[in-house]
């Protein structure tokens, strides 16, 4: 039987050394007949067009270029929207109870995330009807359509960009301090906007664990009165802090409190 189960497992290392070979010479095969098409067919499979509005790109390149802004959803997600604070907060409220697993990420991410959707829904609302409709309608070009995009982020963005953060990224970027805020770009109000957002969730944090922290000291207190000093106040504080913001509806003004920090409505 070890004979048998060492034969075995060397045909299949000898067979994963000799697939991938394998796979890469049909993806080369794949790649030249479909360039050979191509050719033969006089298609262009990257092209750009000088119009009126500007420049209009091929179907195969907006293809392309829709990939490329899929691929980058998860970083543009925390540059471009509420996300990093929302999922901040929750997890510095989930420490200040004293859980450690509980809620997981997965549920802390998928909170964020709803959270996230209807506090940009005015955004999301304005670059479909502005931006994404005429674009589908081809009454813009691919260019215009992004720069009208841009612009319902751009003033989400400086909304919550604080002048600290956005004066230090201007020195980093060699940038004017003097400048208009209209005049910012975009790759310079990004880094300035996650920075603004990590300092008001540090606040928002900060306020949150206040009063759990004082359920801690007093029950410490208790137990170091009562000469229970190996006991660890954490475990019997937890049951409390649970208590206390269940009866307080606690995720529910956590919500609420978050989307005002925003400007909406709770």
Do not use: C
Not at 90 to 107: C, E, F, H, M, T
Request: proline share 5%; aromatic share 6%.
């Amino acid at each position: 039987m070890a004979n048998m189960a060492l034969s075995l497992l060397t045909a299949r290392r000898h067979l994963s050394i000799m697939s991938k070979p394998l796979l890469t010479l049909l993806i080369l095969l794949a790649a030249m007949l479909l360039s050979g098409t191509a050719m033969a067919n006089d298609l262009t499979l990257l092209s750009v067009r000088d119009t009126d509005g500007g420049q209009d790109y091929s179907v195969k390149l907006q293809i392309m270029l829709l990939m490329t802004a899929l691929s980058l959803i998860p970083g543009m997600l925390m540059v471009l929207t509420s996300f990093t604070r929302i999922v901040i907060v929750l997890a510095i409220l989930r420490q200040a109870l004293g859980l450690q697993q509980s809620p997981p990420n997965r549920v802390l991410i998928g909170i964020s995330l709803m959270l996230t959707l209807l506090i940009m829904r005015p955004v999301w609302q304005d670059v479909y009807q502005n931006a994404f409709k005429p674009y589908q309608a081809e009454e813009m070009t691919l260019e215009q359509a992004l720069a009208r995009a841009e612009q319902p982020l751009r003033q989400f963005m400086l909304a919550q960009t604080r002048e600290n953060e956005l004066h230090q990224v201007l020195l980093i970027a060699k940038e004017p301090t003097t400048m208009a805020a209209a005049d910012v770009p975009l790759e310079v109000l990004m880094p300035a906007f996650v920075l603004s957002e990590l300092t008001t969730a540090f606040q928002i944090g900060f306020m949150l664990f206040i009063p759990f922290l004082i359920i801690d000291l007093v029950v410490a207190s208790v137990l170091m009165s009562m000469g229970m000093m190996m006991l660890s106040p954490l475990i019997i504080s937890l049951p409390f802090k649970l208590m206390i913001f269940v009866l307080a509806d606690g995720w529910s003004m956590v919500a609420g409190t978050l989307a005002a920090t925003f400007g909406a409505a709770p």
